[in-house]
């Protein structure tokens, strides 16, 4: 994992200083995201890793699905397939937003809950955390059954659990001290 990271590293950060030069960080990251999308694909992935076909017409494909004219996307697009690269687009992806998320000043906030949340709650949810972390956040909220009650939350390195388990294994841990 950490190997893909640092290889997809200058292809993010480089795709984003192209974006910012054109202040089109936001449509880059829709095309991105839409990249990612095609390169997960399980067809694309052996079509990807097909040794009978060039790396331009890999490229031509992944472009023309991408339903985009834009020439820098092509020339990304062919870049990445040249070197083999077309695999690293989800990380490419992830890192860009992550770029873009701190220069922004935002944070993703992970939200997982034993029950569906909905739209109200979520917002409720972000305006409280918002002021707990002094920073702006969007949110994430994955469904996760095995918490009992209440919610658990990550915002970068930091984790606020308010479920009945992360309060028990916190009361464990009080108690082992």
Not at 82 to 111: C, M, T
Not at 113 to 129: R, Y
Not at 131 to 156: C, H, K
Request: net charge negative.
């Amino acid at each position: 994992m950490a190997e893909s990271v640092t290889i997809a590293r200058p292809y993010a950060e480089a795709i984003y200083r192209v974006a910012k030069e054109t202040g089109a960080q936001g449509i880059w990251s829709q095309r991105l995201q839409k990249l990612a999308l095609i390169a997960q694909n399980g067809d694309m992935a052996s079509v990807m890793g097909n040794p009978q076909l060039s790396a331009e017409q890999v490229a031509a494909l992944v472009i023309s699905l991408c339903d985009d004219n834009d020439a820098v996307l092509g020339n990304f697009v062919r870049t990445l397939a040249e070197n083999r690269r077309l695999a690293l687009l989800p990380e490419i992806s992830r890192l860009f937003d992550l770029a873009k998320s701190q220069e922004e000043g935002v944070k993703e906030a992970v939200v997982h809950s034993a029950f569906p949340i909905d739209d109200t709650q979520v917002a409720a949810l972000l305006k409280e955390l918002e002021g707990r972390f002094a920073t702006r956040l969007t949110a994430r909220v994955e469904v996760d059954p095995s918490l009992i009650g209440g919610v658990r939350v990550a915002v970068g390195d930091q984790v606020l659990d308010a479920s009945v388990r992360g309060k028990l294994d916190a009361m464990a841990v009080a108690l082992n001290n």
